[in-house]
């Protein structure tokens, strides 16, 4: 019986899921009224609904309250009227200003894996807010896409040979930042300071327990996460990430479900992508001499220049290969329906 129960749940919620087109304008419409009241509230209370240090333009949060009840009266109109031309339009538009909102929202998931905190709790809310609703504003001004039913999912295959060498870019961007990290967590010298000067550079900025255990240990953090983003990326262009491969044990065979790399792929290019590419420009306008940099922590401006073009540039590749890759699993793991 209770067999029954949990083979009847997986079948409603997959008919249900199948089904998003009709109701994820109703979705858009009650995310859009929560996010105009935290919005207001913000507003109201003098709170900053980005990491400005309270310097933020009081401007900016009614921007976001435009933002939200403009796409409250979206998802209302496709829901009555149905997606039309010039609502699939503003929906993009909307759209692009909710992810540019929800901008460094993977920053404050890494501040929280590692018990970090959030800088400010009602800036990261902020940003998961935005984020689902670009989720929900895409999956919107894409809801005439009708369900095609029950159709087979593609063959496991890899990217083209293009994609998986700027998959090998992206990878390799990361080896003199890696090499930076570790230097610093095995107690080494680099750009100038030295491993146990970096320890406490960590300690004066608030690093937590698990961030300066990792560090006594040789391990750095954020090496771990680089690691990680290699890992995901081609697990994007390889077969093995469509099916779990063998050393997965009990899911071995399994599909993967589409959402499981592709959430954090968009999440990270969406993030260091237009870091990286907007850090880079800043960093040629310092080397030509047109701006300024502050040393900050290291012993000269020099140190802290090379130590942000390694971070930077890292970045830059890395989001793009990451963009690349995501784009290229979305298209080879999509369900199309049958040929005439």
């Known amino acids: 019986m209770a067999g029954a129960e949990v083979t009847g749940a997986t079948t409603w919620w997959r008919l249900w899921w199948q089904r998003w087109p009709h109701w994820v304008g109703w979705a858009t419409t009650m995310w859009a009224v929560l996010y105009t009241g935290f919005a207001l509230a913000c507003v109201a209370g003098g709170v900053p609904l980005f990491l400005h240090r309270g310097s933020e333009p009081a401007a900016l949060g009614w921007a976001v309250v435009v933002m939200a009840v403009t796409a409250a009266l979206l998802g209302a109109a496709v829901t009555r009227y149905g997606l039309r031309t010039p609502l699939r339009r503003l929906l993009w538009v909307v759209c692009a200003l909710a992810g540019a909102a929800a901008f460094s929202l993977l920053m404050d998931v890494v501040t929280l894996l590692f018990g970090q905190g959030a800088d400010r709790w009602t800036a990261a809310a902020n940003h998961a807010l935005a984020a689902a609703g670009a989720l929900l504003l895409a999956a919107t001004a894409r809801s005439d896409r009708r369900p095609v039913g029950e159709i087979a999912a593609p063959e496991p295959s890899a990217a083209p040979r293009p994609v998986q060498l700027i998959a090998w870019a ?118 030509a001499g047109a701006v300024t940099l502050r040393r900050g922590d290291f012993h000269s401006a020099h140190d802290a220049l090379l130590v942000s073009w390694i971070g930077i540039a890292a970045f830059a590749v890395y989001g793009l290969a990451l963009t690349v890759a995501a784009r290229s699993y979305w298209r080879r793991t999509r369900r199309l329906p049958p040929g005439p």
């Not at 050393?247 to 992508?273: C, E, K, N």
Request: proline letters at 6%; one cysteine or more; a positive charge.
């Open 170 to 287: 992206g990878t390799l961007a990361f080896v003199p930042y890696t090499v930076m990290k570790v230097t610093w967590a095995c107690g080494g010298t680099f750009a100038g300071t030295s491993g146990e000067e970096m320890r406490a550079i960590s300690q004066r900025n608030g690093a937590s327990g698990i961030w300066l255990t990792l560090e006594s240990w040789g391990l750095d953090a954020t090496a771990l996460l680089a690691a990680f983003g290699v890992f995901l990326l081609w697990g994007l262009v390889r077969p093995w990430g469509q099916v779990f491969p063998r050393w997965t044990v009990f899911l071995h065979d399994r599909r993967v479900p589409r959402w499981l790399p592709l959430t954090p792929a968009l999440l990270g290019a969406a993030t260091l992508l237009p870091y990286g590419v907007f850090g880079s420009g800043y960093l040629a306008l310092v080397s």
